[in-house]
């Protein structure tokens, strides 16, 4: 596609409920990211795929949290037995060059909120 | 210590000045650096990455990198209301894969 496209734009969930998270990247981007911002901070890493590679998945905060992504197509960021600090805009962002090394191309974000 | 750090702001300057917007770094072993705007409910957009010591133009903005003092700054000559948003100082090891970014300084260009 022309742009990162994620949905759904916007989630309200229950406390204790699973959620997943989709990012379509951009046509041809091997490299794609999930990032969380928390609301008034900054971007915290949380996965990195890098074509079929196995992924890094050193950011993720807890064993709640899991990615596939299968080659370089969609990815999706599941979030079991969601808490209330889960609260947060998610950020997929994709790149063509392996690592990022000219920047990134980020999705309009997935806004989850949990209540 | 933060791996990225910048003042939060807000930084407030009048149409038509120079915003300055500066960024410092912990890890020496950093190679890339970007800068990104991020408007209000948005998500952030590329400005500017730049890899080497000294400045880099593009258009109104110039990218400045000082790796002995591990500190990188964004200027915006002829500042716009439009330019009003976050900006996000962002940095990468070269041959790593993960970009560390700033918590971001709030700019307001007041007409």
């Known amino acids: 596609g022309a742009g990162v496209s994620q949905s759904p734009s916007n989630k309200v969930t229950e406390k204790g409920k699973d959620v997943e998270l989709r990012c379509d990247p951009i046509?041809?981007?091997?490299?794609l990211y999930w990032y969380r911002q928390r609301l008034g901070q900054g971007l915290e890493f949380l996965i990195y795929?890098?074509?079929?590679?196995?992924?890094?998945k050193s950011g993720l905060p807890s064993d709640r949290f899991s990615a596939e992504r299968t080659g370089e197509s969609v990815s999706t960021l599941t979030i079991q037995r969601t808490q209330q600090e889960d609260s947060a805009v998610y950020l997929c962002?994709?790149?063509?060059?392996?690592?990022?090394?000219?920047?990134?191309?980020f999705g309009s974000g997935t806004r989850l909120t949990v209540v | 210590q933060k791996e990225v750090e910048q003042n939060s702001g807000p930084l407030s300057v009048p149409e038509g000045a120079i915003a300055s917007l500066n960024c410092t770094y912990s890890d020496r072993g950093s190679q890339s650096f970007f800068w990104y705007r991020q408007y209000s409910g948005k998500s952030p957009e590329l400005i500017m990455f730049?890899?080497?010591?000294g400045d880099k133009e593009d258009g109104r903005f110039t990218a400045q990198l000082n790796k002995a003092s591990q500190y990188v700054s964004l200027l915006i000559r002829d500042s716009q209301p439009s330019d009003s948003a976050t900006y996000l100082c962002?940095?990468?090891?070269?041959?790593?894969?993960?970009?560390?970014f700033g918590a971001g300084t709030r700019l307001f260009v007041k007409a």
């Open positions: 962002a994709s790149s063509s060059v392996p690592g990022g090394n000219y920047g990134y191309t």
């Open positions: 962002a940095v990468k090891n070269t041959g790593g894969f993960k970009t560390i």
């Open positions: 730049i890899y080497s010591n």
């Open positions: 795929f890098q074509g079929n590679s196995a992924p890094d």
């Open positions: 046509s041809g981007h091997t490299a």
